[in-house]
Structures are given as structure tokens and as C-alpha cells.
């Protein structure tokens, strides 16, 4: 499974970053190779849209999961008809949530 999360930093002890479109960068991390990918925001200083330009990268990427403090109402309408799984996180490290998420305590979105 493929994991996207925003994060403050590219790596895996950085913390989430709860500003989903707008969050530094975004983590991908496999579960099943246990490797990560670290893509820096290139929507960051983007004016409007970020939400949805983030989900539309989430989905190329193959991302099977997202999480995010709240997904907006334009990012939903990408992700779900893309079956991507969602969950709710926040103020935690990365690594945290991949090991939340993969022990099956994170709280579905």
C-alpha cells in the first residue's frame, strides 16, 4: 500500500504538516518495500486549487491512502471516485502515522 502525507520536512521523523495543500512537502511511503518518497509542494505557492492539485498528484502517484487533518470538499471529489482510502491524523511524525496506519489505529476519515 501506498501512503501520501503531508509533511513539514522529507523525512520520516518530520511532522505532519496539517495544511494539506499546503504542506512543505508530501511522503509516500510503501508498506510493502517499507521505502518513502519525499516530493516537495510544487503547488505551494499556488493561489487557489492546491486542494484539488494535490489530490490529482496523490492519485498519479498511486497513492491507495491519504491522510490529512481534514480533506476539503474539491479534494474529496478527486479521491474518492480514485478509491483512495482516507484517514484523519495530526501533530504527529510521520513515521507515527505510517506505523498507526499500518497497525490499523488510525481513524478512518
Known amino acids: 500500500m501506498k501512503i501520501m502525507i503531508p509533511s513539514r520536512g522529507d523525512k520520516l521523523d518530520s511532522l505532519m504538516d496539517e495544511r494539506y495543500g499546503r504542506a512543505a512537502y508530501f511522503?509516500?511511503?510503501?508498506?510493502?518495500?517499507?521505502?518513502?518518497?519525499?516530493?516537495?509542494?510544487?503547488?505551494?505557492?499556488?493561489?487557489?486549487?492546491?486542494?484539488?492539485?494535490?489530490?490529482?498528484?496523490?492519485?498519479?502517484?498511486?497513492?491507495?491512502?491519504?491522510?490529512?487533518e481534514h480533506f476539503g470538499p474539491n479534494t474529496l471529489e478527486i479521491l474518492k471516485p480514485a478509491n483512495v482510502k482516507l484517514f484523519q491524523a495530526s501533530g504527529e511524525a510521520v513515521k507515527d502515522i505510517v506505523n498507526k496506519l499500518q497497525n490499523g489505529s488510525l481513524k478512518e476519515f
Open 27 to 68: 511522503i509516500i511511503y510503501d508498506t510493502n518495500t517499507n521505502s518513502f518518497e519525499a516530493i516537495k509542494n510544487p503547488y505551494l505557492n499556488d493561489r487557489g486549487g492546491v486542494g484539488v492539485s494535490v489530490a490529482k498528484l496523490c492519485v498519479e502517484k498511486g497513492a491507495d491512502a491519504a491522510v490529512a
